[in-house]
């Protein structure tokens, strides 16, 4: 089956190391992002992609990093600058870079993370 | 820049009753909108989505009226069921509103 996959679906770390989110899908889609969702909040972009070894930061991406190496794969690493990273992550899809915008996103299941 | 707004929750309602979530949007141009519904612990799934102005969206029996005129795409379903009991989103591509919990009582 198609979809997207986020890995592991519950994370701790401690406060001060780097940790890396997963994120792959097997939708052939070009584009991917990552967002984050606080409790009883919308989501908040993070950073996307709309091609592979290229990516633009979205509104909150300082203390995050990412890399598009291939077009499957797009990793977000929350860093130890990342001041409150306790968060639910979603990563997204959706099928092309020059639609305009009119393509709807494919969401994974999540990443629950949280620093201790 | 652009922002979506929507009606703060929680909405309370009990089965078959007439749902509406109020959403608008600032944008330059009319950009493609969307509604998304999220169940507990899970991603968020595309409910419906409306392209250009006046395009209607629908599915489920939840519909959408793209209104460039009052800059709106609210969500509506003439009898909600308590499986419609979940959060809905509404997005314009990267901006989301901050959600709308639905719940729905026998």
């Known amino acids: 089956d198609g979809g997207i996959t986020q890995s592991p679906k519950y994370l701790f770390r401690k406060e001060g190391q780097n940790v890396t989110l997963s994120c792959e899908q097997n939708?052939?889609?070009?584009?991917m992002y990552w967002y984050r969702q606080d409790p009883g909040q919308g989501l908040r972009l993070i950073y996307y992609?709309?091609?592979?070894?290229?990516?633009q930061k979205g509104d909150i991406a300082e203390g995050y990093s990412v890399s598009r190496e291939k077009k499957e794969s797009f990793p977000l690493t929350v860093t130890s600058a990342q001041k409150n990273p306790t968060a639910f992550y979603l990563c997204?899809?959706?099928?092309?870079?020059?639609?305009?915008?009119?393509?709807?996103?494919?969401f994974g299941p999540g990443t629950r993370l949280t620093v201790l | 820049g652009n922002s979506v707004t929507q009606m703060e929750g929680p909405v309370t309602l009990s089965e078959e009753a007439f749902l509406t979530i109020n959403c608008t949007y600032t944008?330059?141009?009319?950009?493609?909108l969307f509604w998304y519904v999220q169940y507990p612990g899970e991603g968020l799934q595309l409910l419906l989505k409306?392209?250009?102005?006046?395009d209607k969206g629908s599915n489920k029996g939840f519909e959408a009226t793209y209104r460039k005129e009052t800059t709106s795409f609210h969500l509506e379903k003439g009898s909600v069921q308590v499986s419609d009991s979940a959060v809905y989103f509404c997005?314009?591509?990267?901006?989301f509103g901050s959600g709308t919990k639905l719940n729905v009582k026998p």
């Open positions: 409306a392209t250009k102005a006046d």
């Open positions: 997005a314009d591509k990267f901006y």
């Open positions: 992609s709309q091609i592979v070894n290229d990516f």
């Open positions: 939708l052939n889609h070009d584009a």
């Open positions: 997204a899809s959706s099928l092309r870079r020059t639609s305009g915008g009119s393509d709807e996103q494919f």
């Open positions: 944008a330059t141009g009319y950009p493609s």
